[in-house]
């Protein structure tokens, strides 16, 4: 036979010979065969490291066998280390509360001690002075953490640097801004990389703002968010073995049944993500805007040619990086409804959309930092000016007009600019035509290096 049997509060049940997990996690995989989405390996390392520092803390309390204490400590060491990624294949769709999950890491590390020699039991001890309800959204909070800081934020302060780069790269190169897709007055190209960039950094401090509620954990308040069966002085024990494992400062929460019941933690996490997305969409729709072309586009900028555009049509070259990165912004802003939707349906003292939150906050967090990652690499770092087509969209502005507004009046500019338009003459030809303006001072007042304002103009000149 290729099963064993293992028993639970409901009976016994078959469970493939060469599985880790035990009798819970194997009804879970019968009762919910839905759809392809498993949990996240980054929720399953935050279960580990709470398994881990619970039993350090379960052992300083006196409520813990120094041998099992031990045993459960080197089975979490090894879930960490990836030894046994294999072997938490549940469902997203299942309990809301995340129960099965926990026990699948509960089973698994039991397993694992019971290969050294040691006698664990998956309730009794793994699970001692814990809850799936204060363990499940403990798990969401340190694996957002882990990844906002160990995966995003580099991935962001190094996107920033390319910005900068290019931003100083191209100061003094003018172009023509635009408004509702129109010509409007000149920019520098300089400038306009200063508005990503701006972007990029500002919604990096909106996600470093959100730390502070994350960095909050519900562990303690075991079923209810009266604390049955932990003991303060275990909290306490949790929190410090943990932030010393993780190197990290996490903290309990000063309300227990707002941290089992209520998301909003994950909520603002993730409004903040979808700021990053929405600047980061904004970014990459820029570029390929400015890309567009080569011979019928903007044609502003040229981005690296990464692999072939089209199946038919030879020599074709697309704007993919854009539009990967275009793509993970959506999702993201869709991750960011279900999360909010799903934080509004906590019930008395539980909220039971637990896994479909977390599922989608660490899909958003990974998404943005290999997508931005990417873009930086493959389309950001090889971004070239045309600067010859940028002159030439600049010459043939009709908004240059604009500097005239001081001298001839509003009125006075938008006849100039309407004739120009509608006979097909340059601005300083209708100017002159209009008798309002002499070529001397045309030429003294329309000048675009000096309609750029101060607005790109930063003390941080050099790069950090």
């Known amino acids: 036979m290729n099963d064993r049997i293992e028993k639970d509060s409901m009976g016994e049940i078959n469970v493939p010979k060469e599985a880790l997990w035990g009798a819970q996690t194997q009804r879970s995989l019968q009762n919910f065969t839905i759809g392809t989405e498993t949990m996240p390996p980054a929720l399953i390392h935050a279960l580990a490291l709470i398994k881990k520092s619970a039993a350090q803390a379960n052992e300083a309390v006196g409520k813990l066998e120094p041998a099992i204490s031990k045993a459960i400590q080197q089975a979490a060491d090894a879930i960490l280390a990836g030894d046994a990624a294999k072997h938490f294949p549940l469902s997203v769709w299942q309990t809301g509360s995340g129960t099965q999950t926990n026990m699948n890491v509960n089973e698994v590390i039991a397993h694992l001690a019971e290969q050294r020699g040691v006698k664990v039991h998956p309730n009794d001890h793994v699970n001692m002075s814990q809850s799936s309800n204060d363990v499940f959204p403990s798990a969401i909070h340190i694996a957002a953490v882990n990844q906002i800081e160990q995966r995003l934020f580099p991935t962001l302060k190094q996107i920033s640097h390319t910005l900068k780069r290019l931003e100083l790269k191209n100061e003094a190169i003018i172009k023509i801004g635009r408004t509702h897709l129109q010509d409007a007055t000149p920019v520098t190209f300089g400038q306009e990389i200063s508005g990503w960039r701006a972007g990029i ?194 010459e043939r502005s009709l908004m240059l007009v604009t500097a005239l507004n001081p001298h001839i009046g509003y009125d006075n500019g938008g006849m100039i600019a309407k004739k120009a338009f509608n006979e097909q003459l340059t601005l300083k030809q209708a100017a002159l035509a209009s008798g309002l303006v002499t070529e001397a001072q045309y030429d003294e007042w329309v000048r675009p290096e000096k309609m750029l304002g101060d607005a790109g103009n930063h003390s941080d000149k050099k790069l950090s």
């Open 201 to 394: 950094e500002q919604a990096h401090q909106m996600i470093q703002l959100t730390l502070v509620q994350l960095k909050q954990l519900a562990i303690g308040g075991t079923a209810v968010g009266t604390g049955l069966n932990a003991s303060q002085e275990y909290t306490k024990a949790f929190i410090n073995y943990l932030n010393q494992e993780t190197g990290n400062q996490f903290v309990e929460t000063n309300n227990k049944f707002h941290g089992l019941a209520s998301k909003d933690a994950l909520v603002f996490t993730s409004g903040a993500l979808k700021a990053l997305g929405a600047n980061a969409m904004k970014m990459a729709n820029d570029i390929r805007w400015l890309a567009s072309g080569p011979r019928s586009g903007l044609g502003e900028i040229t981005i690296p040619a990464n692999e072939p555009g089209s199946s038919i049509m030879p020599g074709k070259v697309n704007p993919t990086q854009c539009e990967a990165l275009t793509m993970i912004a959506i999702q993201v802003m869709g991750n960011d409804a279900t999360i909010g939707i799903g934080a509004s349906q906590g019930n008395f003292e539980l909220n039971v959309y637990m896994p479909v939150m977390a599922y989608n906050l660490i899909q958003s967090i990974e998404l943005l930092a290999d997508g931005l990652a990417s873009f930086d690499k493959k389309c950001l770092a090889g971004l070239q000016a045309n600067q010859e087509k940028m002159r030439e969209y600049v």
